[in-house]
């Protein structure tokens, strides 16, 4: 199909061809944008957890803090939420705390992504639409100028059909990309939970690890007095 051809149908095709066309521009737009901001976050979150937990091994509770405030993976917000609260309250707090951000960020990372399954649900009944519309104005035609018969209009319906294919592909697009981030988002969310949980363990066993590394611990006068 040469481009000239190619014209004629998006033409023929009226305003439903030009909203495919548009769904299909915005579904890849939204792809690549994703792609970028989901392309390292498995990886950095487990490199990042795995030097926390060095730290943490050695019982230097504030170089683990320094290397979250230095990362630029965004699992640090979620590392960095238990330091903030670690010492200052419960550990039962912490662990909330720490939660939380860790479902906020998993709604940062799934942010843009619904675009492409509300693109992947309705882009066959913009493409339905612009068939329906193409032949009403097809026997719209052959009522206008008194001639009948199929040949009249076999012409313009299937040049009406191009939307209807046209928001099929459209779809099959979206909804290919859709179930691919669907599924590096959960694999993601997954390895995300993992760090958190391993995070939280060595937290509340630190005082363990400070003891076995050597780190010299609280002595008696330096434990607040009990009531």
């Given at each position: 199909m040469s481009g000239a051809e190619l014209f004629h149908l998006i033409r023929t095709g009226g305003a439903a061809m030009v909203a495919i066309i548009a769904c299909s521009i915005l579904s890849i737009a939204v792809a690549v944008e994703r792609t970028i901001a989901l392309w390292s976050v498995g990886s950095d979150a487990r490199n990042l957890g795995e030097l926390i937990s060095r730290h943490l091994f050695r019982g230097d509770i504030e170089e683990a803090r320094k290397a979250c405030e230095r990362s630029r993976s965004i699992a640090a917000d979620i590392f960095l939420a238990g330091f903030s609260r670690h010492g200052r309250t419960s550990f039962d707090a912490v662990a909330s705390a720490v939660e939380r951000e860790r479902q906020q960020v998993g709604l940062k990372l799934r942010s843009h992504v619904w675009i492409l399954g509300t693109i992947g649900a309705t882009a066959p009944f913009v493409g339905l639409f612009g068939t329906v519309w193409g032949i009403l104005h097809s026997?719209?035609?052959?009522?206008?100028?008194?001639?009948?018969?199929?040949?009249?209009?076999?012409?313009?319906?299937s040049e009406a059909l191009v939307t209807t294919a046209g928001g099929i592909l459209v779809a099959v697009e979206a909804v290919v990309l859709y179930n691919f981030f669907q599924t590096r988002l959960s694999r993601t969310g997954v390895e995300l939970k993992l760090a958190a949980d391993e995070f939280l363990e060595l937290l509340k066993e630190r005082p363990n690890l400070a003891a076995a590394a050597g780190a010299p611990l609280p002595t008696a006068e330096q434990k607040p007095a009990s009531a």
């Open positions: 026997f719209h035609q052959m009522a206008a100028t008194g001639q009948g018969g199929f040949a009249v209009v076999a012409g313009g319906i």
